[in-house]
């Protein structure tokens, strides 16, 4: 199996841009989709974006996503940010028997 | 619109058991596979397990920390998935969401379980 790495936290003041980065340890990140979620405190998570860059329509353009094949990584980038984007950020994708990895999340502060 | 709610979360000893439930709305129920997800108030999300659409096999598959003691399953005719937990554990005391698989994942609100003495 594999584990996907996230930073502990990040922090970023309101309009910058911040990218939150997800490293897969063995194996291609090309190998399985991964998909971001966010989860406001309090609330239940949401699918940010899915299969590495798709992104559901209610979800403002702000977010992105991609992989980069060469650090073996997925990336989440958000512009623009808003004070309401203070959330945490998980990263996670599937095993070869379809089983879900979760990377241990990523609280991002808008200060 | 997707719709997940779960029941069942309550308080229990160590080694009973419960059964929590998610009854889901919006889409095909019958042909998605499902996930139970579980996050400790202040920490991060932790996958338990997920099932498979019977069309797949309806099989489950379950993280380690769980395996041989709960089990996942689902009943299409009435749209609900199910969460059995047996030889509870304090270490088992969580919010548990159920959530669709792949796609757009959809989580529902989550239902809170506490094993205690």
């Known amino acids: 199996n594999f584990l996907l790495t996230q930073p502990h936290s990040v922090s970023e003041s309101p309009g910058k841009t911040v990218t939150i980065s997800c490293t897969r340890n063995n194996g291609s990140i090309a190998s399985n989709y991964v998909q971001w979620s966010q989860q406001r405190p309090g609330s239940a998570p949401t699918t940010l974006i899915y299969e590495d860059n798709e992104r559901p329509s209610e979800v403002p353009r702000r977010f992105s996503g991609s992989i980069d094949p060469s650090s073996n990584s997925a990336s989440l980038t958000i512009t623009g940010l808003k004070t309401e984007d203070d959330a945490d950020y998980y990263c996670q994708s599937f095993d070869d028997d379809n089983r879900e990895v979760l990377g241990g999340g990523t609280k991002l502060t808008v200060l | 619109e997707v719709h997940l709610v779960e029941s069942g979360g309550g308080s229990v000893k160590p080694g009973e058991s419960l059964s929590l439930s998610c009854f889901a709305s919006g889409f095909t129920f019958a042909d998605t596979w499902m996930s139970w997800f579980r996050q400790v108030p202040g920490k991060g999300l932790e996958w338990v397990g997920r099932?498979?659409?019977?069309?797949?096999?309806?099989?489950?598959d379950y993280a380690a920390p769980v395996k041989g003691r709960f089990t996942i399953s689902r009943d299409d005719s009435k749209n609900t998935l199910y969460l059995q937990m047996d030889s509870l554990k304090a270490a088992d005391s969580a919010l548990y969401y159920c959530a669709t698989v792949a796609g757009i994942a959809t989580w529902g609100q989550g239902t809170l379980v506490t094993v205690s003495s």
């Open positions: 099932i498979k659409s019977k069309d797949n096999g309806g099989t489950a």
